[in-house]
């Protein structure tokens, strides 16, 4: 059984070594082109609001997943590349799933689904109108 949660600061640790383990495995695969890495600022950055890390542990508390679910708002339009202004003025406020990962031991046992559920949850509580994956 997994348990869903969001992420903190103290949980960046545990982000930067999940990321690891599935370019690693990636890379074993020749599939490293899959994966962008990501530096500790860029976690920082993301698990403040208006972003959110969804993160899934495993019964033993390993980080087995993680999620970033974000809100690109008009301070940043253009975070939504292939948007034309006059898009984004319809459709928003827009809701973006990016950077899923999933531990190489985790999966194929429907995470990413669940992950997705949580996400559509976590937009309608927050009221948004459209979701794009980034993913």
């Not at 949660?5 to 383990?21: C, E, G, V």
Request: with cysteine.
């Amino acid at each position: 059984m997994s348990n869903f949660s969001f992420l903190s600061p103290d949980d960046i640790p545990d982000m930067l070594a999940l990321q690891a383990t599935v370019m690693t495995d990636l890379k074993s695969k020749g599939q490293e082109h899959f994966i962008i890495a990501r530096e500790t600022s860029y976690f920082e950055k993301h698990v403040q609001n208006p972003s959110a890390i969804l993160g899934v542990r495993s019964s033993e508390g390993k980080l087995i997943a993680q999620s970033i679910f974000h809100h690109s708002d008009t301070l940043n339009p253009d975070y939504i590349k292939g948007l034309t202004l006059d898009d984004w003025k319809l459709c928003y406020p827009v809701s973006t799933l990016q950077g899923v990962i999933i531990h190489p031991d985790a999966q194929g046992q429907g995470i990413s689904s669940r992950l997705v559920d949580a996400w559509i949850g976590w937009a309608q509580e927050k009221g948004y109108k459209h979701l794009l994956t980034r993913i």
